[in-house]
């Protein structure tokens, strides 16, 4: 096991990345690492690019992480995944949601939004661990595009016991817990569809 | 039971086991959150007052009155509340008084990244500095106890990483001073600053930070954490952190107290270590007072003056200068992304402040704006902002301007928060001194750009309680604006027309452009997207100059022009029909009209 875990989230202003990093946070905690998180998220509300830092570990100083050192990334849009490709750490994992936002830079034409292959080669040089998911057709699927970041959060968890980063200890029941605890009542069963959904898209039940 | 708790929250948290009796202040990022959660926990009172200087002296209000009070306000604020925060280091007051900082390293949204501990030194006040949530929760008591023991305001300073970031706190029990119920202190040698009276309180508070420096030498939160001999550490702040993690070897003096500092410490701590440096984000406050006693210091010859900290600057700095080795270097992925298009904030679809630079920018007049979520419209396509520095400025500089003889007519825009807040003294110096100043106020009803707070305009308090509206348009004709009118904010024509005539005008004039913010939630209940119909539409591109983030090209070209045709994001739209206004070829939908009816009823019983 790593001495300290390194996520980064990143995404646009409304896509969920705040509760997932909330979530994520707290199922470190539960799981009995020293935890912190830090929210990058000046005008996101503004449509701005919206970045998030979680940290686990047996003693956790920063509660950011420094560029380089990302060995988790949680990326909820194409273009800001690769925006952030250059923080992670070599060979570090990667999940990437493959929702599109286009930013007005783009729609106007000013500037190219990159190629699906853009994408794919640049992840490629960095890292072989990388995992790209629909997030939005499999919410859409369950019938809330809201829970895309359950999804995510689902196929995380996944990944993380199949790499055996920080896996140890840590049950699907443990994070479906501590999701409920932040989800309204009544959609307790929604999320828990979404997180299991999310772990089936990446291979694992 | 460890809790996660942001260091906004952590503070509200520390306020309510402390029993702060008045907490006032104006939102700013990265402070708003603070009040926020203060206002969930039962039986307090707490307010947004219109602006810092008057939280300020609220809080001041109390504290005289026997109660612990305390004001809140992001970094800029404390310039505005200045010359309060001066008088209350001058007479002291009765019970706790405790005013908190927020300041913003990297300015992510802000003006500028002032480093308000200057204000602490400028002000004889000490100055408390917490390292995470836990330290945040718990120097609010701490910093009530100095205050009391003292006879001083406090300075507790926050940073965005503090007041942002999310770490373990174990709570605490509410413990409330035993108020005695004693009458408003009627003593005029210590409350009433008048010459004769302040000349006799300055040796005192000269005497007091004496006396404060020689406390923190014993102060629990200035903290030696002995190491290796080779590297002595002074730090502060969140910069402790990386200084804990970049350098795990280090003796580190971590300062809880930043002003006055704990002179024997630090010169003991100079002595027993062969190299001392200081890791303090933004000025080199510490480094300079260090030097100051004589012993010799490194700092910001090694870390950065500007912008944020985080790991890799400190490691990177250290390195660069020398002070680890190149090993300690982590590589950066070596991969070509090529040109990534910028995600800038924009204004929301829907935003009713669309409308107004949108004819501002067709009128090319200059728009000395303000701050807020209009800030934005700086950029193309709206292009509709030259000047933003402060709040309440724009004001100030358009009559300025105009009385320079600047050859156009000047706009000034403001939001309704702004205006309360310092927009009003201005407006009475355009009506005063006489200048044809165009003053338009964009009144979306609430604090729209730290995320929704009531203001004085909204006739609901931080409590949530129903209170009197202060009303635009009476307020202005009273301060003796003779031109003025009020118009809906999506109203393209109303606003065109009336600005058209106001430009012309030799007498100040004031448009008040009333719409709510869009993103409100019963707002959001009536959004309903509109549509193009393709068959119309001739890619006229006129719509696209609104800025709309919800207005996209369309794949589909007409065929005459070549041009590609608008389409309009469903997700994203809300029906302002701004878009719908301007289209010369009616090829945008307006709102359905059953809709407009039922609206309309909503808005009369409310």
Not at chain 1, 52 to 75: C, F, Q, T
Not at chain 2, 85 to 113: C, K, R, W
Not at chain 2, 216 to 234: D, K, Q, T, V, W
Not at chain 2, 403 to 429: C, M, Q, R, W, Y
Request: glycine letters at 8%.
């Amino acid at each position: 096991m790593l001495e300290t875990i390194n996520f980064l989230l990143c995404g646009v202003g409304g896509q969920g990345t705040i509760l997932a990093s909330d979530v994520l946070v707290n199922v470190g905690l539960a799981a009995g690492f020293q935890a912190k998180q830090a929210e990058v998220h000046g005008m996101s509300q503004r449509g701005g690019s919206v970045t998030s830092h979680v940290r686990w570990g047996k003693v956790v100083y920063s509660p950011l992480i420094g560029a380089g050192e990302a060995n988790v990334l949680l990326a909820f849009e194409k273009l800001e995944a690769l925006r952030s490709l250059k923080s992670m750490r070599l060979g570090a994992l990667a999940l990437v949601n493959l929702q599109v936002i286009e930013p007005l830079t783009a729609i106007s034409g000013d500037q190219a939004y990159p190629s699906d292959e853009t994408l794919r080669k640049a992840f490629a040089q960095v890292t072989s661990h990388v995992e790209y998911i629909n997030g939005e057709e499999i919410a859409g699927s369950l019938g809330n595009l809201k829970v895309a970041n359950v999804v995510l959060l689902g196929a995380l968890s996944a990944l993380l016991e199949s790499g055996g980063q920080a896996g140890v200890g840590l049950t699907p029941e443990a994070w479906l817990k501590v999701i409920a605890e932040r989800v309204p009542p009544k959609h307790i069963e929604l999320n828990r569809k979404a997180f299991q959904a999310g772990r089936e898209a990446v291979g694992k039940k | 039971m460890i809790k996660m708790l942001s260091g906004n929250e952590a503070v509200a948290r520390g306020m309510w086991e402390a029993g702060v009796a008045v907490a006032s202040a104006y939102p700013g990022t990265p402070s708003t959150e603070i009040l926020e959660n203060y206002a969930l926990f039962p039986n307090v009172y707490t307010e947004w007052a219109p602006n810092e200087k008057v939280a300020v002296d609220v809080a001041i209000g109390a504290a005289y009155a026997g109660r612990r009070g305390m004001a809140v306000m992001k970094h800029v604020g404390l310039n505005v509340a200045a010359d309060s925060f001066m008088y209350a280091s001058m007479t002291g007051q009765e019970a706790g008084l405790v005013i908190v900082t927020a300041d913003d390293p990297a300015m992510h949204s802000s003006q500028n990244e002032q480093d308000n501990r200057a204000f602490a030194k400028f002000g004889r006040v000490p100055c408390l500095e917490p390292s995470d949530s836990q330290e945040a929760k718990d120097m609010v008591r701490t910093a009530f106890e100095l205050s009391e023991r003292f006879d001083t305001p406090v300075l507790l300073r926050l940073t965005t990483r503090i007041c942002h970031s999310a770490t373990g706190v174990e709570l605490g029990e509410r413990n409330t001073p035993t108020a005695e119920s004693k009458p408003f202190p009627r003593n005029p040698a210590k409350y009433v600053m008048v010459p004769g009276n302040a000349v006799k309180r300055h040796p005192v508070i000269e005497q007091r930070i004496r006396d404060i420096a020689l406390f923190a030498e014993a102060f629990p939160y200035n903290r030696l954490e002995p190491g290796n001999h080779s590297l002595g550490i002074l730090t502060c702040g969140v910069a402790y952190q990386y200084a804990r993690e970049v350098f795990p070897q280090a003796s580190i003096l971590r300062l809880g107290m930043t002003w006055p500092l704990p002179e024997k410490m630090i010169r003991k701590f100079a002595q027993s270590v062969e190299r001392l440096i200081v890791i303090e984000e933004l000025d080199p406050f510490i480094e300079e007072a260090v030097r100051l006693m004589g012993i010799a210091v490194e700092g910001k010859s090694i870390f950065p003056i500007t912008g944020e900290f985080d790991p890799r600057v400190v490691r990177e700095s250290a390195i660069t200068t020398g002070l680890l080795p190149e090993s300690a270097h982590v590589p950066l992925p070596d991969v070509e992304t090529g040109p990534l298009p910028g995600r800038p904030p924009v204004l929301c679809s829907g935003c009713p402040h669309r409308t107004t630079f949108y004819i501002l920018n067709k009128l090319k007049v200059p728009v000395n704006g303000d701050i807020g979520c209009y800030t934005l419209a700086l950029t193309p396509p709206l292009s509709a902002i030259h000047t933003c520095g402060c709040m309440g400025a724009g004001i100030g500089v358009a009559h300025g301007a105009a009385k320079a003889g600047s050859p156009e007519h000047h706009v000034a825009v403001i939001g309704d928060s702004t205006f309360f807040h310092t927009g009003i003294p201005a407006l009475v110096n355009v009506v005063y001194n006489n200048s044809p100043v165009t003053t338009v106020i964009l009144d979306n009803r609430i604090t729209g750009m730290t995320g929704h707070q009531e203001n004085p305009g909204t006739g609901r308090t931080l409590l949530g309680q129903e209170t009197t509206r202060v009303e635009l348009e009476p307020l202005v004709r009273a301060l003796g604006v003779q031109h003025v009118q009020s118009v809906a904010g999506y109203d393209v024509k109303a606003i065109e027309k009336a600005l058209k005539e106001y430009i012309k005008l030799d007498e100040p004039s004031v448009l008040i452009a009333v719409e709510p913010c869009a993103l409100m939630p019963e707002v959001r209940k009536r959004w309903i997207p509109l549509e193009v119909l393709a068959d119309k539409c001739n890619g006229c591109t006129l719509c696209f100059r609104i800025g709309c983030p919800a207005i996209l090209k369309s794949e589909e070209l007409d065929e005459k022009t070549q041009r590609p045709k608008a389409l309009i994001d469903a997700s994203l739209c809300t029906g302002c029909e701004v878009c719908a206004e301007i289209c010369p070829r009616l090829a945008i939908t307006f709102r359905p009209a059953e809709v407009e009816e039922v609206e309309m009823e909503g808005n009369v019983s409310c």
